[in-house]
């Protein structure tokens, strides 16, 4: 009897991407590995995907929106860049390589296409130039992405000298090579290491921060073209 075939829909495949991509990354991500995890022969994934390009396409869009669901567009232009980009972040952290994702397609899809827009409409009531619009809104994306992947590649990057050194914390590495190095060289990141300010990275403090110091430059940026 013919052994019959797994059912299969666009749902399940995507669903079964972002299993795989949290279990070894992007770097390691394939449709072979994609179609063993569904059960189905790698050629038919291409059936629902025509390329894994599309498919990565698919996976920004639904992360896209997923976002939209969540953002709530309340007050004025500080406090909507301010949400949608906590809103980002939050949805980014949920989900494994999607930032990655997001800077690796194109605003071809709808859901991309209305995310895109709606980060336009939050600096659409500013005096700034059109230009000047386009590029504090992705400023804002982009400082977002970047913090996201900094705090994912950290994470990484700590589970793997701790599975390669035994154990051993990544913090005990640097402490001996600090210690050998003169006061010239590493002395204020020595002292930066050792009372832990570098603790704050990652956290959402930090992330704050950096949100006002670009919220604080864009304000700049209107004050002195009202100015003249």
């Known amino acids: 009897m013919k052994k019959q075939q797994p059912q299969v829909s666009e749902e399940r495949i995507l669903e079964a991407s972002w299993e795989l991509l949290g279990e070894d990354g992007i770097e390691k991500f394939s449709m072979r590995r994609l179609a063993d995890r569904v059960g189905i022969q790698a050629p038919s994934l291409y059936w629902y995907f025509k390329s894994k390009q599309k498919l990565y396409q698919s996976l920004a869009n639904q992360i896209s929106k997923i976002i939209l669901e969540e953002f709530q567009s309340e007050g004025g232009w500080k406090e909507q860049l301010t949400g949608l980009a906590v809103t980002v972040r939050g949805v980014l952290s949920r989900y494994p390589c999607s930032t990655q994702l997001m800077m690796m397609t194109l605003p071809h899809e709808p859901d991309i296409i209305r995310f895109t827009n709606q980060m336009l409409l939050c600096v659409e009531e500013t005096p700034l130039e059109p230009d000047q619009k386009l590029q504090a809104a992705t400023t804002i994306m982009n400082y977002v992405f970047f913090f996201v992947l900094d705090s994912y590649q950290h994470e990484r990057n700590v589970s793997a000298i701790i599975k390669e ?64």
């Open 165 to 228: 050194d035994q154990g051993m914390l990544p913090g005990e590495e640097l402490q001996r090579q600090l210690d050998t190095m003169s006061e010239q060289d590493a002395g204020l990141f020595r002292r930066m290491f050792t009372t832990g300010l570098f603790e704050v990275m990652g956290t959402d403090r930090a992330f704050e921060f950096g949100l006002q110091l670009i919220m604080l430059g864009i304000e700049q940026v209107i004050l002195e073209q009202e100015k003249q």
